[in-house]
């Protein structure tokens, strides 16, 4: 007679994922996680295996959680990336957009279906920094990476959070390029502070397909004032 497998516990695909996305930095120290009912819509599965894969993120002491306020991230020592190799060569930058352009406009499309109050706040938080530096008349690399990064989370898929966190180095690399290039033209901080603004206005309005649009659209120029910027630093 032949020997069944054992099928694996939802639970603990749940758990291997979460603890791949904290430490691959998608989470960050002391950041609360998701409720358990937004995490079990998340993975399609019921909240009692969220809590069975929550109780084993406590036994590899990589969460604790707070009774009444929930389950928040420890401090998880030196992030484990998924891979991704350095940057050599702005070729390497441009497949970084290519990539960015394929994942991004589907997360913004996700977060604007799917994201909760505190999401949402999240993304409107970063977004009030970049709007005080645009006022100092500056880039602020910090914020419009957390921007992002708080859109990927809000999609509720943790692929997409994972992956964009891993990628953090490279694409600060042409956010700065980026940067250069908005200040040294008159007016275009403020015009793609606008285009952050409008894909703010879509998610919070639940608007799936203009989250999406606008998404690809403000990454399109985003890739051409990064080569643009690159053009100036080599000046």
Do not use: W
């Not at 819509?41 to 069975?52: K, M, N």
């Amino acid at each position: 007679m032949p020997v069944r497998s054992k099928r694996r516990p939802l639970s603990e695909t749940v758990k291997d994922r979460l603890a791949r996305a904290i430490k691959s930095g998608a989470y960050s120290e002391s950041e609360q996680l998701p409720t358990e009912h937004d995490l079990a819509a998340e993975f399609g599965v019921s909240r009692p295996i969220v809590r069975e894969a929550l109780q084993g993120l406590r036994d590899m002491g990589l969460i604790h959680s707070r009774r009444g306020a929930g389950s928040f991230v420890r401090h998880v020592g030196v992030r484990e990336p998924i891979g991704f190799d350095p940057l050599e060569s702005r070729d390497d930058l441009s497949q970084c957009y290519e990539f960015r352009l394929t994942i991004e406009p589907k997360a913004a499309a996700a977060a604007a279906e799917r994201h909760g109050d505190a999401a949402l706040a999240d993304i409107e938080g970063a977004l009030a920094d970049m709007r005080r530096a645009t006022d100092r008349q500056s880039h602020r690399d910090d914020a419009d990476f957390s921007f992002h990064l708080a859109i990927a989370n809000a999609s509720r898929n943790s692929y997409f959070a994972t992956a964009f966190a891993a990628l953090k180095e490279h694409i600060a690399v042409g956010m700065q390029a980026h940067g250069r290039s908005l200040k040294a033209e008159a007016g275009a901080l403020e015009r793609v502070y606008a285009e952050h603004q409008a894909i703010v206005d879509a998610i919070r309005e639940r608007d799936a397909p203009r989250a999406e649009a606008l998404m690809h659209e403000h990454l399109t120029g985003s890739k051409a004032r990064m080569v643009d910027g690159l053009d100036r630093g080599a000046e």
